[in-house]
């Protein structure tokens, strides 16, 4: 093995770490935290992320003895944990009630949208994701936001690589379809020729 944590690859980390040396789990943890970190942030936010984020590496540890070590990359793995933890949070949470009263609504709220005809991107696309069902869109998120392959993808959510890249093209297709994002891939297309 290779004594230089900074040339070992993550699978030999973990085997490091199942040894006794605590400083290569932390290396590996090094590795990963921005990714992960980030990943857990586009989906329920930095602040709540951090606190996540600790969740993750406290599963990984407990679970690394399992980690399939043939993989050199834990990237996926960690992606695993960290998903697993997110449902994990989601499932603990009371359901939320809706507003039934808007009038108390913040007071920098537009009362025009007329006005404003921009088109608001970002809802448009979570509309969109929303749509999905949760494997396609997290193979989607996966393989677009943390640039995963699809294999990879796939084992961050414990399926088959083909069966991900079906997961991954019905949630093109279904993307393609969604009606706010036809209006808005047709308005993005008529800027470009314009321009």
Known sequence: MTSDPDEADDAELIARSLDGDADAFVEMVRRHEAAVGAYLARRVGRDLAEDLLGEVWVAALASRASYDRSF?????WLFGVAHNTLRRHWRSRPAEVPRADVTDMASGADPWPAVDRRVDVEAVLRHALALLG????????LVAWED?????????IGVPPGTARRYLHEARTALRNAPGMVALLTDHDTVKEAN
């Open 72 to 76: 050199r990359d834990a990237g996926p």
């Open 134 to 141: 949760p494997r396609q869109r997290e193979i989607l998120t």
């Open 148 to 156: 995963l392959t699809v294999a990879d993808a796939g084992r961050a």
